[in-house]
Every structure is written in structure tokens, then in C-alpha cells.
């Protein structure tokens, strides 16, 4: 009998050291989720303010956190693109579309980066990418081909 009461005993404190650490688990788990989206909310209510140094730094949080968080990538480049930085804004791109190809505004973003550059060949190559993935952006086709031809025009003159 001392040998059953013994073996529950040592079982009980087993699966009470195991609860305890699922327990801690759970509770610190939630903390960084709700963390990580939170750097992402706020960053983009201070981008929305122009506060572009304090967002960059939250954006930044965020991919630390979850560094597939594709929309964190494409606001840094915006931020970057405010601020002349046109390296960090095709970098942060160029992630941005590795993590989703894609991604309509990521591509409309290298599209025009592409455009100010007149790399008509690579705009070309974007612009079908960009036409086959669009679904919500689709009117921005025109624009792209409107700005491609005084490109070309300008070449041409």
C-alpha cells in the first residue's frame, strides 16, 4: 500500500510542476502577442502623425517580434522614403515581397522607385507581376502606363 501511496505522490507533484510550467507558458505568451501587435498599432498611428523617427523605432519592434509581419516592412519603406533614404526603401521592399510576392502595395512601391530610377525594363517586369496579383489596386495600372510612356517619350526626344 506504501508503495501505490508513494508512486501517486510522485506523480501528483510530476503533473503539478507540469501544470505550474504550462501555466507560466500560457501567461507569458499572450503578453508578447498582444506586444508584438501592439509596436505594429501604435507605429502606425504615430506614421499616420508623421512622427517618422518614433514609428521607424516601433516598426522596428514589431518585426523583432514577428519578423513576418510584411505590413511592418512596407511602412519602414515609406518612412524611409520621407526621408530621402531610397537604399533602406527598396531594402525594406524588396523584404516586404520576399515575405509576399504578392503583395499590391509592395509592388506599386518598387514600381515607382523603378520609375523615378527609368528602369523602364524592370518597371515592365513589375507591372505584370503587379497586374496579375492586383485585386483591390487595379486602377493604378493606367497611372503606371501613363508615367511609363512619358519615360519613354523622354528617352525617344
Known amino acids: 500500500m506504501k508503495v501505490w501511496y ?10 503539478k510542476g507540469i501544470f505550474i510550467l504550462l ?15 501592439n509596436f505594429f498599432i501604435e507605429g502606425k498611428k504615430l506614421f499616420d502623425l ?17 519578423p513576418k ?3 511592418s516592412y512596407i511602412y519602414l519603406s515609406k518612412i524611409f522614403s520621407a526621408e530621402d533614404n531610397e537604399i533602406e526603401e527598396k531594402k525594406n521592399i524588396k523584404t516586404a515581397l520576399l ?14 522607385i523603378e520609375l523615378k530610377r527609368s528602369n523602364i525594363s524592370e518597371v515592365k517586369k513589375l507591372k505584370n507581376r503587379f497586374q ?9 495600372i493606367s497611372n503606371i502606363d501613363k508615367k511609363l510612356s512619358n519615360i519613354e517619350a523622354k528617352d525617344e526626344s
Open 132 to 140: 496579375n496579383a492586383c485585386s483591390s489596386l487595379c486602377d493604378k
Open 50 to 66: 508623421k512622427k517618422y523617427d518614433e514609428s521607424k523605432f516601433l516598426f522596428q519592434r514589431s518585426i523583432v517580434y514577428d
Open 99 to 112: 515575405l509576399d510576392p504578392k503583395n499590391e502595395e509592395a509592388l506599386l512601391i518598387l514600381i515607382n
Open 23 to 37: 501555466f507560466l507558458f500560457f501567461f507569458t505568451l499572450i503578453p508578447l502577442t498582444y506586444a508584438k501587435e
Open 6 to 15: 508513494t508512486m501517486l505522490m510522485k506523480l501528483k507533484n510530476k503533473l
Open 69 to 71: 509581419k510584411t505590413e
